[in-house]
């Protein structure tokens, strides 16, 4: 239940939305087929990738998760050079081309948005899926809840949501939390609303003060019923999307705004689906383990690289990717290997995510610790703004705790 | 709503002046409320991170600077009253412009804000959790004082 201030325009999207819906059901049929030529390259890779695992604990979260890809298969070598925008584009063309219930809307999304990851959408699948929304988080969330969930008059289809910044998610937090989380448990399963994502840039950029930098996924990964996930670059971006798409549960995708245009990347050409609840290591060490996620990861590479060239440590770096569920087997894997853990993240060190990890990891492998584990991560205070550099979990901060927990454990 | 409304030309400051003063003699009569809408242009970029000729036409917004522009109109009609001439526009612009950019030089100069504030005013007090922090920033600091 939730007030949504409806004027025309509103009005008379929610009904071609509807209207969609229907035509939808009415040939089904031959939404199932292209729903399933949207996997059938997926079941090709999955079936060469079986050969292929990689050797990062194999549990998911979740059992029906596909396995890693193995980036250097045949599939996937043509590649195209792209920014983390172009990859939300493409991917996003790419779902709304197969699979005709999807729908994306949020503000301004049809001019091509704030960051430029919905360009030309519009234009190529029509005002009826891809359109703008009053200024209203609550309405946005509400509708694609809605629009995801099936019902006696419809099978429910694809909402893709964009808040355009993390900051303004507030108002949509109860749709959130006691409507969509809640949504397949309260029904005993009799209905879901897993058929939608919410995607929205976050973190600090710079310039963004209160209102345009904050990391609020410690209030999201605190919801059961909901999945969090975080890429850092353009191919864990377009992994991650398809894999959101795919899920039967709501995702929420938290994008990296800084990195929008800064990081380039080869992303495969083809269907990839990176598993949700496992983590990656990007870099292998044996002195320390250093975990984070999106742009934070950044960072810490710079970290890590400096404490090797200077003092010649070695850091095993870990990409959570997936904050909820989080793939705890793999970070305790590595710290019973290096006895020392660092968490960094952006967002306030009291009950950030950062917390769960070093909760979890000290009660799986307490006796494998030779230091106390340490978080670098935000002060306590609102995201400042003429001190944005001194407040952020910079590269020095980690270095210094990198060295601490070494000289502890001497 | 039920609400008593005004809808005024926003971009001429003598209606508005004349709607608000109705408005506002209207809400003291009535003991009600009213709303006031006036109607106007954004003429500029949503913001700095804005470019605005991607979603509407040039001509639709120099339309609007020639035509009606609240600056341009009212200065049309004081001078076509004789209450005032080209000359007092240009030197008011002078005048105006250069009080701006002494303003601007003044606050360039002032000295950056203490690092202190970053942790002042988040609470009526300042709790032990938050000197604790300042404190390991300031450790830091000094350590890496080059970097920042």
């Known amino acids: ?410 | 709503y039920g609400m008593a409304s005004i809808r005024v030309d926003g971009n001429d400051v003598l209606a508005v002046h004349l709607a608000t003063k109705a408005a506002r003699d209207y809400a003291i009569q009535n003991m009600e409320p009213v709303l006031i809408e006036a109607m106007t242009y954004r003429q500029g970029d949503h913001s700095t991170s804005d470019d605005s000729s991607q979603y509407r036409a040039k001509d639709e917004v120099s339309k609007v600077e020639c035509d009606y522009d609240p600056w341009k109109r009212l200065n049309s009609f004081l001078i076509h009253q004789d209450w005032m001439t080209e000359q007092d526009v240009e030197s008011m612009v002078k005048e105006e412009r250069a009080a701006v950019l002494q303003a601007l030089s003044k606050a360039e100069q002032r000295p950056l804000t203490k690092l202190d504030t970053m942790f002042q005013d988040v609470y009526h007090e300042m709790p032990s959790h938050l000197k604790q922090q300042e404190h390991e920033l300031h450790e830091h600091l000094k350590k890496f004082s080059d970097k920042y």
């Open chain 1, 1 to 410: 239940i939730f007030q949504f201030i409806l004027h025309s325009e509103a009005s008379s999207i929610i009904m071609n939305a509807l209207r969609i819906l229907n035509n939808i059901n009415k040939a089904s049929k031959a939404r199932f087929q292209c729903g399933s030529r949207f996997l059938s390259s997926q079941t090709s890779l999955e079936q060469h990738n079986n050969f292929h695992y990689d050797e990062q604990s194999h549990n998911g979260a979740f059992e029906s998760s596909p396995p890693e890809p193995n980036m250097t298969s045949l599939q996937l070598q043509s590649k195209s050079s792209m920014n983390l925008v172009a990859s939300i584009k493409n991917t996003l063309s790419h779902i709304l081309e197969h699979d005709p219930s999807a729908i994306v809307f949020g503000q301004d999304v049809a001019f091509g948005g704030v960051f430029r990851c919905t360009t030309d959408l519009q234009s190529l699948y029509g005002k009826d899926r891809v359109f703008n929304t009053p200024l209203n988080e609550t309405g946005i969330v509400g509708m694609a809840i809605g629009y995801a969930a099936p019902s006696s008059g419809s099978d429910g289809g694809l909402a893709i949501a964009e808040i355009q910044f993390a900051d303004y998610i507030f108002p949509a937090f109860d749709q959130i939390k006691n409507e969509a989380s809640m949504f397949r448990y309260r029904s005993g399963n009799q209905w879901n609303c897993g058929n939608m994502i919410i995607r929205m840039p976050y973190g600090a950029v710079g310039h963004g003060g209160h209102y345009h930098s904050q990391s609020p996924e410690a209030f999201l990964t605190h919801i059961p019923g909901i999945v969090v996930l975080i890429p850092r670059g353009p191919v864990m971006a377009k992994g991650m999307i398809l894999s959101a798409a795919k899920s039967k549960d709501p995702v929420i995708i938290l994008e990296p705004k800084a990195l929008y245009r800064a990081k380039v990347e080869d992303v495969p050409d083809e269907e990839y689906y990176i598993p949700i609840g496992k983590a990656e290591v990007m870099k292998k060490g044996h002195d320390v383990t250093v975990v984070g996620w999106g742009r934070q990861l950044t960072i810490l590479e710079k970290a890590c690289d400096m404490a090797q060239s200077e003092h010649g440590i070695s850091c095993e770096l870990i990409d959570l990717r997936s904050l909820s569920p989080w793939d705890a087997d793999t970070v305790e894997n590595s710290v019973r290997k290096t006895g020392k853990l660092i968490v960094s993240h952006e967002a306030p060190i009291t009950c950030g995510f950062g917390a769960e990890v070093v909760a979890s990891i000290q009660e799986r492998c307490f006796l494998s610790l030779e230091a106390p584990i340490k978080r670098v991560c935000g002060y306590d205070t609102p995201f400042p703004l003429v001190f944005e550099k001194e407040y952020l979990p910079s590269e020095w901060k980690n270095l210094e705790a990198i060295k601490h927990v070494m000289d502890y454990s001497k």
